[in-house]
């Protein structure tokens, strides 16, 4: 069985920063692309950042040039840097990742979600 495990939230003031991570474990063959989605109440999941295994990476309009996404193959995981944090935020964050099984078998994965709260 394969998991990934997201951390990484909590609580913090307008204009900090929180570091997300997540890892994947199980029997993986290799994971293609990884990213991180939210979703706050009352809308629908979205897109926040992601990053194919070769480093290229896809953000957000609203997060351009303040969160940072990265991930280390050899110990597949994924982080995302979150700076100059804004009430609008605020959602659950969940990891993303497209995980190769065997040469022919992929599945999509998602974490159980971490709570990140912006407010004063």
């Known amino acids: 069985q394969v998991q990934l495990v997201d951390s990484g939230g909590g609580l913090v003031q307008p204009g900090g920063s929180l570091r997300l991570s997540c890892a994947a474990s199980?029997?993986?063959?290799?994971?293609?692309?990884m990213g991180w989605y939210r979703q706050a109440p009352g809308n629908q999941r979205e897109l926040v950042a992601m990053i194919t295994r070769g480093g290229r990476t896809n953000y957000a309009d609203s997060v351009k040039g303040r969160f940072t996404i990265s991930r280390d193959n050899a110990k597949n995981t994924v982080s995302l840097q979150m700076n100059s944090l804004k009430p609008e935020d605020t959602a659950v964050y969940y990891c993303n990742a497209e995980i190769w099984l065997s040469s022919v078998t992929e599945n999509r994965y998602w974490g159980q979600g971490t709570q990140v709260t912006v407010s004063s």
């Open positions: 199980g029997s993986i063959f290799s994971i293609d692309d």
